[in-house]
């Protein structure tokens, strides 16, 4: 379901080269699975800006949310939220039953649950990951393996870490880790990656279902903002988010 922009004529608006737009973020995307999401939902309101005329969609933080689910702390600059995977095209890959998403059509339409929303769909990605893994008829493997070395070493192996770490010091902020961890003592953080090698491939998993999502998006403006609202979690100090957010934007110049 992909917008057909070659065959609209221009708008007043664009002959004179400005356009409008409309701030709305992924979360208030009408959809049948509980929250807005960067498939199917995404896609069908992308065709309505453009039967409006609408150029520009700006959206908030789409880094994984922590308590109280705001956009504006994520956890990661580059890690996409979970909550935002499409679960109809999980369903057409294979790597879901129709069954098994009764759950989230189950939830509000009107507005997101958290409370219910976060663990039911998890279970859901979870599978989704598991099977995309030990299953080979998806025809992704390339994909997924390009994704893996591309993004391991710069971001990802650390995030995915970082994620189990979080969850076994039930959520709390990284100063207040053991030291050993909140250190980043090479030995510890050695044997934690060996006694939680399935956790931590499973968030990379995650993490390769959100891109292939994005990839199957239609083309647009869309305005995300910036890094800089990344929670203090993600980064040692103010000044070190800081200076990362330039370095990005730097290289996106180029």
Known sequence: MKANLANKPNSYLQEMGRQAGVAMHITSLPGEHGIGDIADCAMRFVDQLVEMDLGVWQILPTGPTAYGDSPYQPLSAFAGNPMFIGINPLVRMGLLNKSEIAPLQALPHDHVDYGRLIPAKNVLIRKAAERFVSHSEHGFESEYDDFQQRYGSRWLDDYALFRVLKSLHNERPWPEWEKKFAGRNAAALKKLSKDHHEEIEAIKDFED??????????????????????????????EVRGNTFKEIVSRLKK
């Open 209 to 238: 279902v959100i891109k292939k999502a994005f990839s199957d998006s239609s083309q647009g403006d869309i305005i995300v903002l910036s890094p800089a609202c990344t929670s203090y979690d993600r980064f040692k100090n103010f």
